[in-house]
């Protein structure tokens, strides 16, 4: 074997083995989620026959369905507000004078940049100092507030590159057009940004969804999915294989419809440009 064709089955070999690396894991949290649990309502890591019980109890577990239920509310409030916050931070970014943006920028990097540990910290401490003594208890609301504080700054590095690229002059073409900057907002910048919006939005309901380092610190008693996952460690539940699976499946086929969406729609226009040619 040459070191040509060497070289190619190295990178092919590692490739590969990434990818199983990465992928492994989730295949035998699928294939568990079908596994018969313990007396205690842990995962049998010992599969014998498939079987469905972990899918059928799934939403009768009222924990688990508490959690769900404030998780999907969190996402409900906290997604909104983050994304305004962020899209009206990208506009004002993009009119700023290159100083005010490198710095606005600088702030933003280091938001997310910073530890969770340490930013779970400095909002505990906030709250500790401003929210209970006022008499209020850590609970739902400052987790709301929370996950903004975190969840923002991912929106704006998401929306930004798209803002950065859109020109000037479409914004202008609207003013000529007798458009307010209301109506310039709405039918041409959000428009125009909307796939970032969509990416930005995808991420910060994962963020906010996902984490539990922060939550743990300000939720008080409140529980949301990262933190009843979390209280699982000493014993896997088969509810919470059996809700990561069904995460899992659900986000394969939302990326495979996308992918075959993209697929047709190549196929359409090459189609269309070769009609256009002959």
């Not at 239920?69 to 004002?92: A, E, F, K």
């Not at 600088?106 to 938001?111: A, D």
């Not at 930013?119 to 400052?142: E, K, Y």
Request: hydrophobic share 50%; aromatic share 12%.
């Amino acid at each position: 074997m040459d070191k040509s064709k060497a070289s190619r089955f190295f990178k092919k070999f590692y490739i590969y083995f990434v990818l199983i690396l990465i992928y492994l894991p989730l295949i035998f949290i699928v294939i568990l989620s079908f596994s018969q649990p313990t007396a205690k309502g842990n995962i049998n890591v010992n599969f014998t026959t498939p079987t469905f019980v972990n899918y059928l109890n799934l939403f009768k577990n009222d924990e688990f369905l508490n959690g769900l239920m404030n998780s999907v509310i969190l996402s409900v409030i906290v997604v909104p507000i983050s994304l305004i916050i962020g899209l009206i931070t990208c506009l004002g970014i993009w009119k700023a004078s290159k100083r005010t943006r490198k710095i606005v920028s600088i702030i933003n990097t280091t938001s997310i940049s910073s530890p969770e540990v340490i930013t779970g910290i400095s909002l505990a401490l906030l709250f500790a100092t401003t929210w209970i003594p006022l008499g209020l208890n850590l609970g739902f609301v400052t987790i709301i507030l929370a996950h903004i504080s975190f969840c923002a700054p991912y929106a704006i590095v998401t929306i930004y590159p798209r803002m950065a690229k859109m020109k000037e002059s479409i914004v202008l073409a609207s003013y000529d057009l007798g458009h307010s900057r209301t109506t310039t907002l709405f039918k041409v910048i959000i428009p125009y940004l909307m796939p970032a919006i969509l990416s930005a939005t995808a991420i910060v309901v994962a963020m906010s969804f996902d984490d539990f380092i922060i939550t743990s610190l300000v939720n008080g008693s409140t529980q949301t999915i990262g933190t009843l996952i979390y209280s699982t460690r000493k014993g896997i539940k088969a509810w919470v294989v059996t809700f990561g699976a069904i995460t899992l499946i659900i986000t394969f086929i939302v990326v495979l419809i996308m992918t075959l969406r993209k697929y047709f729609v190549l196929k359409k226009n090459i189609k269309a440009n070769n009609e256009k040619i002959r």
